[in-house]
């Protein structure tokens, strides 16, 4: 996904590779380069947008949660030790995000070159399928790419925008209820792809944008699919209040959201967390 704001936000880090993310795009739009209802607008590349109000919402997780969510596991009875505390967050201004995850045809109107990993391992080779092997800096270059095309600033959403955009008003352990509908139980486990003495032939499954229902808010695939890079360095909450937050001032891995397939029910949750699963730290 990729998010818009009034202004560019500007970015000096290292080099950080990671292989199967995705983006999404984040913008503030105004009349210019696109075209707009009052809840979805469409860009020039045929990215659909949903107007997200400002608001207000808790941040994190100290709930208990269910046996689904924890496979009976005691230490994630409340959630991983990452998404605490839980904090009040304001998100200040009215957004755009973009509906679906970023797919290999939209991409490659940026990076052609990049049609050459389609398929690579098995996945990724439709048109309409999300893109993947795309690094954090490769997610930002297409958002900078993008604003200068139209005049308008795109970003990758913070963290806490990709939260509050996925709850969508919710305060349950997905933005769907406490338990996941089985339309979403897409090849849920974890994965040892691509080791070939651990791995089942049935395990890369069609990545395909927008095959589930979204959330209220018209967003899709926020639970699977792939996973979802954001503006944020990785690091532990603070407490307090806190208004339009953007994350560490430095670190050594990026944050990601969502949860990709071949993942457990319990990294299908609402928060983020760390490793190459939840609340994600990438790198």
């Known amino acids: 996904m990729i998010t818009m704001v009034s202004g560019k936000v500007k970015i000096t880090l290292e080099f950080i590779l990671m292989l199967i993310y995705n983006l999404m795009v984040f913008s503030h739009f105004n009349s210019l380069g696109a075209t707009m209802t009052e809840k979805q607008c469409v860009n020039s590349i045929g990215m659909k947008f949903a107007r997200i109000e400002s608001g207000s919402f808790m941040m994190g997780n100290d709930d208990r949660l269910s046996e689904e969510l924890t496979e009976g596991k005691p230490h994630l009875t409340k959630g991983d030790f990452d998404e605490r505390p839980v904090h009040r967050v304001t998100i200040s201004q009215t957004f755009h995000i973009g509906i679906h995850e970023v797919t290999n045809a939209q991409y490659e109107q940026f990076d052609p070159k990049h049609k050459n990993l389609r398929g690579k391992l098995g996945f990724s080779s439709a048109d ?47 933005h769907v209820g406490d338990s996941l509908p089985k339309e979403f139980h897409k090849n849920v486990g974890r994965s040892w792809f691509p080791d070939t003495d651990r791995r089942h032939k049935d395990e890369v499954v069609s990545l395909a944008v927008g095959q589930t229902t979204p959330n ?54 609402l928060q983020t967390e760390w490793g190459h699963c939840r609340r994600t730290k990438a790198g």
């Not at 604003?147 to 913070?158: H, V």
């Not at 891995?253 to 319990?266: L, M, N, Y």
Request: charge should be negative; include cysteine.
């Open 216 to 269: 209220v808010w018209g967003i899709y695939d926020m639970h699977g699919n792939v996973e979802e890079w954001c503006y944020d360095w990785y690091g532990a909450y603070e407490a307090g209040d806190q208004v339009d937050p953007i994350g560490r001032g430095d670190g050594d891995f990026r944050v990601t959201c969502g949860e990709a397939t071949q993942q457990s029910f319990t990294i299908c949750g």
């Open 128 to 174: 309409d399928e999300a893109v993947v092997f795309v690094n954090w800096h490769d997610a930002v270059n297409f958002c900078e790419w993008l604003s200068e095309k139209e005049d308008l600033p795109y970003r990758l959403p913070t963290e806490a925008e990709w939260e509050y955009a996925c709850r969508a008003g919710s305060t349950t352990a997905f």
